[in-house]
């Protein structure tokens, strides 16, 4: 066996597990950043906000005037009978009205609505949050599954390399006697293993890319792994109470509470009356002006068959449902949190264990290489040893990825894995810009909605 390519082949696993992909362009900032420019998933909840906005636009639209118009034009013929046959006349109608209809107090269940309505804005932007969280750690997750996919089939090329310099050692040792066919047909055998298994590292590396691309939104260039790890909570108790008071999942619940409880207010005042004030305003052919009348209209019900008795308990169980979901969902994200704290601690347990394991296989197969050149070890013996060898390095570098990618983890559970929180130098998307510029019900004509064409069109890119 050649000492050179097995030199080669121990410089170029230690590299890949220490520093795998060094030098290399893409940064995990970029693939974020791509991620977050590029996601169908995060327009598609956009738009989802903008029209939970337009909710509260059209209920604050319900507490102004309502001017409607009607114009109407007929036609009458009429055949008459008579003894000396038939005669018809002919009539022509036309008229035109404006009616006005305004509710002046409805005992404040309009107001209730709008609130109640304001609190879902906020809960679909929390969720919005939420979805962002996920667009980007799933980037994350397709960048160092990449990577992972990589080393390991760059490992196991410089494995088949170094099994056939192991390969036509055996054989030229076989030519002098110094070993049987068993010892050939041994390295041919682990040969065709470690052909097998790259041929799987390449599908697994072709695989990760396609999951890059979903997530991305791109294919994947060259990976440039990230120099350190993001900052995070000092202990687990830390990381839950952030989350606690950060995560979007339950900021979004707790909105959704809060609309809960507005509903049930709207609905026990449901048997209050409403006024409204009505006028109207008749011109037709038929008269000489203007018909007008004005008037004020108090309306109620006296008895709904327990319509409403039944819509105020339904209102309550779903007040109910929600803070039960708040209390679920709070136990998720501490169980989230503490999950990712333990892969964290297990990945860094690994990379330490790994690292000796490293440092011993390599002794062992250096030691068994040379062993076997005098006869004391056989083909075997040093195939088990490189292949112990190969297996503490890519155990090692699946450990470094594990580490980082448990550090992001972190961060999702705690509500920091956003663009802003990363500092992802993109340009963020303003939901209350959208929000400002509707709640007040703007007519397309005024000025505050000719800017918000310009911000519509601005956000489909026209």
């Given at each position: 066996?050649?000492?050179?390519?097995?030199?080669?082949?121990?410089?170029?696993?230690g590299?890949?597990?220490?520093?795998?992909?060094?030098?290399?362009a893409?940064?995990?900032?970029?693939?974020?950043?791509?991620?977050?420019?590029?996601?169908?998933?995060?327009?598609?909840?956009?738009?989802?906000?903008?029209?939970?906005?337009?909710?509260?636009?059209?209920?604050?639209?319900?507490?102004?005037?309502?001017?409607?118009?009607?114009a109407?034009?007929?036609?009458?013929?009429?055949?008459?009978?008579?003894?000396?046959?038939?005669?018809?006349?002919?009539s022509?109608?036309?008229?035109?009205?404006?009616?006005?209809?305004?509710?002046?107090?409805?005992f404040?269940r309009?107001?209730?609505?709008?609130?109640?309505?304001?609190?879902?804005?906020?809960?679909?932007?929390?969720?919005?949050?939420?979805?962002?969280?996920?667009?980007?750690?799933?980037?994350?997750?397709?960048?160092?599954?990449?990577r992972?996919?990589?080393?390991?089939?760059?490992?196991?090329?410089?494995?088949?390399?170094?099994?056939?310099?192991?390969?036509?050692?055996?054989?030229?040792?076989?030519?002098?006697?110094?070993?049987?066919?068993?010892?050939?047909?041994?390295?041919?055998?682990?040969?065709a293993?470690?052909?097998s298994?790259?041929?799987?590292?390449?599908?697994?590396?072709?695989?990760?890319?396609?999951?890059?691309?979903?997530?991305?939104?791109?294919?994947?260039?060259?990976?440039?792994?990230?120099s350190?790890?993001?900052?995070?909570?000092?202990?687990?108790?830390?990381?839950?109470?952030?989350a606690?008071?950060?995560?979007?999942?339950?900021?979004?619940?707790?909105?959704?509470?809060?609309?809960?409880?507005?509903g049930?207010?709207?609905?026990?005042?449901?048997?209050?009356?409403t006024?409204?004030?009505?006028?109207?305003?008749?011109?037709n052919?038929?008269?000489?002006?203007?018909?007008?009348q004005?008037?004020?209209t108090?309306?109620?019900?006296?008895?709904?068959?327990g319509?409403?008795?039944?819509?105020?308990?339904?209102?309550?169980?779903?007040?109910?449902?929600?803070?039960?979901?708040?209390?679920?969902?709070?136990?998720?994200?501490?169980?989230?949190?503490?999950?990712?704290?333990?892969?964290?601690?297990?990945?860094?347990?690994?990379?330490?264990?790994?690292?000796?394991?490293?440092?011993?296989?390599?002794?062992?197969?250096?030691?068994?290489r040379?062993e076997?050149?005098?006869?004391?070890?056989t083909?075997?013996?040093?195939?088990?040893?490189?292949?112990?060898?190969?297996?503490?390095?890519?155990?090692?570098?699946?450990?470094g990825?594990?580490?980082q990618?448990?550090?992001?983890?972190?961060?999702?559970?705690?509500?920091?894995?956003?663009?802003?929180?990363?500092?992802?130098?993109?340009?963020?998307?303003?939901?209350?810009?959208?929000?400002?510029?509707?709640?007040?019900a703007?007519?397309?004509?005024?000025?505050?909605?000719?800017?918000?064409?310009r911000?519509?069109q601005?956000i489909?890119?026209?």
């Amino acid at each position: 066996m050649r000492l050179g390519q097995t030199t080669r082949f121990l410089m170029v696993a230690g590299a890949l597990a220490i520093a795998p992909v060094a030098g290399l362009a893409e940064t995990l900032r970029d693939t974020l950043r791509s991620a977050y420019q590029h996601s169908g998933l995060l327009d598609q909840n956009r738009a989802l906000l903008r029209a939970a906005d337009e909710d509260v636009a059209q209920a604050v639209a319900t507490l102004r005037p309502v001017v409607r118009w009607v114009a109407q034009a007929q036609v009458r013929h009429n055949l008459d009978g008579s003894v000396n046959g038939f005669g018809d006349s002919t009539s022509r109608t036309a008229s035109a009205s404006v009616s006005a209809e305004w509710l002046l107090y409805d005992f404040g269940r309009t107001d209730l609505r709008v609130n109640a309505l304001k609190e879902t804005v906020l809960a679909t932007r929390a969720q919005l949050v939420g979805i962002e969280q996920n667009v980007l750690l799933s980037a994350a997750a397709a960048f160092f599954s990449y990577r992972r996919a990589v080393d390991s089939e760059s490992l196991r090329r410089n494995n088949v390399d170094l099994i056939q310099e192991q390969l036509r050692a055996a054989r030229d040792r076989f030519e002098v006697g110094e070993v049987t066919r068993t010892d050939v047909a041994l390295a041919e055998a682990r040969l065709a293993s470690a052909r097998s298994l790259l041929a799987q590292a390449s599908g697994a590396r072709v695989q990760a890319a396609a999951e890059f691309q979903r997530a991305v939104g791109r294919e994947p260039g060259r990976l440039r792994a990230p120099s350190g790890l993001p900052r995070l909570p000092r202990t687990v108790d830390a990381a839950v109470a952030q989350a606690r008071r950060n995560h979007p999942d339950l900021i979004s619940i707790q909105h959704q509470i809060n609309a809960a409880e507005l509903g049930i207010q709207q609905a026990e005042l449901a048997r209050m009356p409403t006024v409204s004030l009505n006028s109207s305003a008749t011109l037709n052919n038929s008269t000489s002006g203007i018909i007008g009348q004005v008037g004020v209209t108090a309306s109620g019900q006296i008895y709904s068959g327990g319509a409403i008795d039944s819509q105020v308990r339904q209102a309550v169980a779903r007040r109910d449902a929600t803070r039960a979901g708040l209390h679920t969902t709070r136990h998720i994200v501490d169980q989230t949190v503490k999950n990712a704290f333990v892969a964290l601690s297990v990945a860094r347990a690994s990379i330490d264990a790994g690292d000796r394991q490293i440092r011993a296989s390599t002794v062992a197969f250096r030691g068994v290489r040379e062993e076997a050149s005098l006869g004391a070890r056989t083909t075997l013996d040093v195939l088990d040893a490189e292949q112990e060898l190969l297996d503490a390095r890519t155990a090692r570098i699946s450990a470094g990825i594990d580490e980082q990618f448990a550090a992001y983890q972190i961060l999702a559970a705690t509500g920091q894995m956003t663009a802003t929180a990363l500092d992802l130098g993109v340009k963020t998307y303003d939901p209350a810009e959208y929000y400002n510029l509707v709640s007040q019900a703007p007519r397309a004509s005024s000025a505050q909605g000719q800017a918000l064409d310009r911000v519509l069109q601005s956000i489909s890119g026209n």
